[in-house]
């Protein structure tokens, strides 16, 4: 089964509104990954947070990580129409697992 | 700075042709390579992946097999391709194998379009 799972599947939000996408995980983890992918391109890293860290900032994304809970969220403040992408966790445990991604688009 | 190239861009293949996809890594040393495939729409699955010249793990039975004849080159291959292979091929690299300080850069990706 599916390791990494985000929700929503698709968002769609206005700019300057702030995005969250979930993700939850099935077995024990070293670090957890979110990754942003433009239609048609490879894959951007944004943040990894460890299994030890429960939250990390990096400009406008904040990640936290539950792990009692199984589950991290990406929070994207203040969104922009350049924010509109497909954005995937990844977990690291004994191999790297992608969840099927949630599509984002920012309304101008 | 590293910077990883895949070719070609897209490719459409009829039912039964082989395949060559090829990666190559510049500026970095004994990286760790992988291949992804993405189905439309769909997150991403891990293919194989290689940790040194000669050493290719396969994470799912298909009909795809990958060679590294170089430290930074990764080959994906077919001798017959099948409807079912249609997808956006990825090749990322990472500079540490499965530790936590991990992270993978991945190139442009290859379209295959099987008919």
């Known amino acids: ?108 | 700075s590293q910077t990883i190239h895949q070719w070609p861009a897209t490719l459409v293949q009829p039912v039964g042709s082989p395949l060559s996809l090829e990666c190559t890594v510049e500026g970095t040393s004994n990286p760790n390579l992988y291949w992804y495939r993405q189905a439309a729409g769909r997150g991403l699955q891990l293919l194989f992946y290689s940790v040194g010249i000669g050493q290719i793990s396969s994470e799912v039975p298909q009909n795809l097999s990958a060679s590294r004849p170089q430290d930074r080159q990764f080959i994906l291959s077919s001798k017959k391709l099948l409807l079912s292979d249609s997808g956006f091929y990825l090749c990322a690299w990472s500079g540490l194998a499965f530790s936590s300080y991990n992270e993978q850069f991945f190139g442009p990706g290859t379209r295959l379009t099987v008919l």
């Open chain 1, 1 to 108: 089964s599916q390791q990494g799972e985000e929700d929503p599947q698709a968002l769609s939000i206005q700019e300057g509104e702030n995005a969250t996408m979930n993700c939850s995980y099935k077995t024990s983890i070293n670090n957890l990954q979110w990754y942003r992918q433009n239609s048609g391109r490879g894959l951007v890293h944004l943040i990894l947070i460890r299994s030890n860290e429960r939250e990390k900032h990096s400009g406008r994304l904040r990640v936290t990580l539950d792990t009692s809970k199984k589950s991290s969220s990406l929070l994207i403040t203040a969104s922009r129409a350049a924010d509109t992408a497909s954005y995937f966790c990844a977990t690291l445990g004994q191999n790297f697992v992608f969840g099927p991604g949630t599509r984002l688009s920012v309304l101008p």
